[in-house]
């Protein structure tokens, strides 16, 4: 077996086929945003989508999914094959200069220690909205229909009025937990280049915009990538209402699962998105070092035949009998 790594090369705009974590586009962008290289790694009749880290100084990376585990599928793949398929991988690595890889992934790689604690939440859209309403809590129903009782409204649609609405929000949020947060030339390039794929949900109390989210869309299921709240109104359960609203979303355009997301398992947002999620799966991370080929000759061998060639045959004896028990 052979493999191929090939810089991939964006089309500008992504076409509304597929998702958009397939699309050269999309992956042109996180690359951009994560410093890495978009690529596409081409192993017998398997092409497999990945990320490529060119440190100035230092060894070589392969990512499969960076950013959102999904950027790393292998969609030719059966899930049983997932595994044989990374272990095949990474043997064929041994011949490049790629040093390490990365795996962001649904799927269990039994061999591999995994080193993340996310947990992905879905809400799957069946038999239908109203009875996923039926099977909520009273408390969380009662907690949706108050910021509705309060006037709270929403739109939803991509333009550059919602996108400055949710950037306000989310650079709020990401300050009042003190987390680092992608540049607004980010989420613009990902609507003028990606616009197929993406909607953005802006919520308002008396005209305000009190909680948004950026969310990716194909025929099937609605992403929830980024959100943000305002700090003053997180008390009057806008978020809550923000993804119910977008289960209705899903519902009332066909969309089969509203996908609310990674988290830390047991942290405050998992519990909270355990509210609605009536399906959810664990997201692994694995890190793998290349091994390098090994020599069909050590460089201690290659000094004592070199001593043999160029000296008498008694140098030979001595140096095999010294040496031939370490090449067994």
Same mark, same amino acid.
């Given at each position: 077996?052979?493999?191929?790594?090939?810089?991939?090369?964006?089309?500008?705009?992504?076409?509304?086929?597929?998702?958009?974590?397939?699309?050269?586009?999309?992956?042109?962008?996180?690359?951009?945003?994560?410093?890495?290289?978009?690529?596409?790694?081409?192993?017998?009749?398997?092409?497999?989508?990945?990320?490529?880290?060119?440190?100035?100084?230092?060894?070589?990376?392969?990512?499969?999914?960076?950013?959102?585990?999904?950027? &790393? =599928?292998? %969609?030719? @793949?059966? /899930?049983?094959? +997932?595994?044989?398929?990374?272990?095949? !991988?990474?043997?064929?690595?041994?011949?490049?200069?790629?040093?390490?890889?990365?795996?962001?992934?649904?799927?269990?790689?039994?061999?591999?220690?995994?080193?993340?604690?996310?947990?992905?939440?879905?809400?799957?859209?069946?038999?239908?909205?109203?009875?996923?309403?039926?099977?909520?809590?009273?408390?969380?129903?009662?907690?949706?229909?108050?910021?509705?009782?309060?006037?709270?409204?929403?739109?939803? &649609? =991509?333009? %550059?009025? @919602?996108? /400055?609405?949710? +950037?306000?929000?989310?650079?709020?949020? !990401?300050?009042?937990?003190?987390?680092?947060?992608?540049?607004?030339?980010?989420?613009?390039?990902?609507?003028?280049?990606?616009?197929?794929?993406?909607?953005?949900?802006?919520?308002?109390?008396?005209?305000?915009?009190?909680?948004?989210?950026?969310?990716?869309?194909?025929?099937?299921?609605?992403?929830?990538?980024?959100?943000?709240?305002?700090?003053?109104?997180?008390?009057?359960?806008?978020?809550?209402?923000? =993804?119910?609203?977008?289960?209705?979303?899903?519902?009332?355009?066909?969309?089969?699962?509203?996908?609310?997301?990674?988290?830390?398992?047991?942290?405050?947002?998992?519990?909270?998105?355990?509210?609605?999620?009536?399906?959810?799966?664990?997201?692994?991370?694995?890190?793998?070092?290349?091994?390098?080929?090994?020599?069909?000759?050590?460089?201690?061998?290659?000094?004592?035949?070199?001593?043999?060639?160029?000296?008498?045959?008694?140098?030979?004896?001595?140096?095999?009998?010294?040496?031939?028990?370490?090449?067994?």
């Amino acid at each position: 077996m052979s493999i191929t790594i090939t810089t991939e090369h964006p089309v500008t705009p992504t076409p509304a086929v597929g998702d958009i974590f397939s699309s050269p586009a999309f992956r042109a962008i996180l690359a951009r945003e994560f410093r890495l290289e978009s690529v596409q790694v081409f192993m017998e009749a398997i092409t497999i989508p990945a990320f490529r880290r060119n440190p100035l100084f230092g060894k070589q990376t392969l990512i499969l999914g960076a950013g959102f585990d999904k950027t &790393g =599928l292998i %969609t030719a @793949l059966a /899930d049983n094959d +997932y595994a044989v398929t990374i272990e095949q !991988l990474a043997r064929e690595l041994a011949t490049t200069r790629v040093k390490s890889l990365e795996i962001r992934t649904a799927q269990h790689i039994p061999c591999l220690t995994d080193q993340s604690d996310k947990v992905e939440l879905n809400v799957d859209i069946q038999p239908s909205v109203d009875a996923i309403w039926n099977k909520l809590s009273t408390n969380t129903r009662k907690n949706i229909r108050r910021p509705l009782k309060q006037g709270f409204t929403s739109t939803i &649609g =991509l333009n %550059t009025t @919602l996108l /400055d609405e949710f +950037y306000q929000l989310y650079r709020m949020s !990401l300050h009042d937990i003190g987390s680092l947060l992608h540049p607004k030339q980010f989420f613009t390039d990902l609507m003028m280049q990606c616009p197929a794929h993406m909607e953005i949900f802006v919520g308002y109390m008396d005209g305000i915009p009190v909680v948004s989210s950026v969310s990716f869309v194909s025929q099937d299921e609605v992403y929830g990538a980024w959100s943000g709240i305002h700090t003053d109104y997180k008390k009057h359960n806008v978020f809550l209402a923000m =993804l119910w609203q977008m289960i209705e979303y899903c519902g009332a355009s066909g969309r089969k699962t509203y996908n609310l997301g990674r988290s830390s398992e047991g942290s405050n947002p998992h519990q909270f998105k355990l509210k609605l999620a009536n399906r959810s799966h664990k997201i692994y991370y694995y890190q793998m070092n290349i091994a390098a080929l090994p020599r069909s000759r050590s460089s201690v061998q290659d000094a004592a035949s070199w001593l043999i060639r160029n000296t008498p045959e008694v140098v030979m004896n001595g140096l095999s009998r010294a040496l031939i028990h370490k090449f067994y």
